[in-house]
């Protein structure tokens, strides 16, 4: 990929729009644009001129634009750049393009202006990943989420665990390479202590995982228990609308029903399931079926148990056989029983799907159970993908063998390898070192004009 021509790309969604935006990056990008520009004021860096688009052979009017630049290396990707608003018609954004080709422009691939972005210095990886995150966010949290970790809040917690080993490292290179100018060499107790200090920040920031992957990606919740409980009336509270029909016919749901609502911000996937019981017929039976391999696919299910009643054998069952996973337990239509429930299971939430009593409880409990009381959603910096878990993994294994080395009184040459392995891993975290078919995928995954 040649970073020092001038590419050119539609920045805004495919489809027709109120306005559309197309971008220039590069040396060349001022003179490519020039021709096809009618302004009524010179272009400044940092302000916006309106003015009209021309075929540059006629001087024939296409549309009325509005024409902003950014000069280097004040600009997204520290290159000269320039972004035409036009009205969003594909027909004309898309002339535009061919306009700016023509005159020396190159078509952008997906990603490469943030990735001419990271590599000019102005982002680092994990802030060029969050431009991705804050495109593709589903809720507004999700959102919030990508803007922190935009303004560098990964990084910035990683730099003092990074500064740590790195201090590390020097005392014992100095200790290896001085020890004929009486250097001291570090003594063991001294190097398990500080690997120890810098692999504890490495495991709360592991830690930190299971939140951001579930902020990130959402989480699958399904709604089980025999028919007529409550699941679909249930199911509609927490959707908010008439999602899934209700009667009171038992075994009304035959198939799975899912919605994906957002609860404390994270998307949540819920699947409304058949009622679990003796199948009476081979459609009810299918879909009892279906809620079985809802029940292993969910990342937490909710057992909903009618409160009025005591425990069926198959309540029993159905509890169970969910014990192992994340599960919550939900005695509804207490509408009918009040407080005088005949069972409660410990930590169940008590609701009424018809009045709506509980539904609030339910939401902020299911929100404590994936980790949002954990003090995670609290901590700013978090890691949000498998890449980064995996490359935080690795660095702690490194030090792990580290301690190993120091305590079988390995020389500390051999010692300094996996302390630099272990360093080298946090590095690629935020692409200090990252290979070139790494970046590719990565950026390979974001939207062209971006």
Do not use: W
């Amino acid at each position: 990929m040649n970073l020092d021509d001038t590419i050119v790309a539609i920045s805004t969604p495919p489809g027709r729009g109120g306005i559309g935006v197309v971008r220039l990056a590069g040396a060349e990008a001022r003179s490519i644009a020039a021709p096809l520009l009618k302004l009524g004021h010179e272009l400044q860096a940092g302000r916006a001129v309106f003015g009209e688009l021309v075929e540059p052979s006629t001087g024939e009017r296409i549309d009325e634009v509005v024409v902003t630049f950014f000069a280097k290396p004040h600009s997204y990707t520290t290159d000269d750049l320039i972004e035409i608003s036009a009205h969003g018609s594909p027909i004309v954004l898309r002339h535009i393009v061919e306009l700016a080709l023509e005159r020396g422009a190159r078509l952008a691939e997906p990603g490469e202006f943030t990735m001419r972005a990271f590599l000019n210095g102005r982002i680092d990886l994990t802030q060029a990943e969050a431009v991705r995150d804050l495109i593709d966010s589903q809720t507004l949290y999700q959102a919030k989420v990508a803007a922190q970790q935009l303004e560098g809040a990964l990084s910035k917690r990683i730099q003092p665990i990074k500064q740590k080993l790195v201090e590390l490292i020097a005392l014992m290179e100095a200790g290896v390479d001085f020890a004929e100018d009486d250097v001291p060499v570090l003594a063991s107790d001294i190097i398990l202590a500080r690997v120890a200090e810098v692999r504890a920040g490495l495991a709360e920031l592991q830690r930190s995982f299971a939140y951001g992957k579930l902020v990130h990606e959402g989480l699958t919740l399904a709604i089980v228990g025999r028919p007529n409980v409550g699941k679909s009336s249930l199911f509609n509270r927490l959707v908010e609308r008439e999602r899934a029909i209700v009667t009171a016919t038992p075994g009304t749901t035959r198939d799975l029903v899912s919605e994906t609502v957002a609860i404390g911000g994270i998307p949540v996937k819920l699947v409304d399931t058949a009622g679990i019981r003796q199948a009476l017929d081979e459609a009810e039976s299918i879909g009892i079926r279906k809620s079985t391999e809802a029940i292993a696919d969910a990342d937490m299910v909710l057992v909903v148990l009618d409160a009025a009643q005591p425990l069926h054998a198959e309540d029993e069952e159905l509890l169970g056989h969910v014990e192992s996973r994340t599960a919550l337990v939900v005695m509804n239509k207490i509408d009918v029983c009040g407080t005088d429930i005949p069972v409660r299971p410990q930590g169940a939430v008590t609701t009424s799907a018809t009045t709506g009593e509980g539904i609030a409880e339910l939401r902020d409990e299911i929100l404590r159970r994936v980790g949002g009381e954990t003090g995670a959603q609290a901590e700013a910096g978090f890691l949000t993908n498998l890449r980064q878990s995996s490359l935080v993994t690795n660095s702690i294994r490194s030090l792990e063998a580290a301690e190993a080395s120091t305590r079988a009184q390995v020389p500390h040459e051999m010692i300094l390898l996996d302390l630099y392995g272990s360093l080298r891993q946090l590095d690629e975290i935020t692409g200090a070192t990252t290979a070139d078919d790494i970046l590719n995928l990565i950026f390979g995954s974001f939207c062209i004009g971006k």
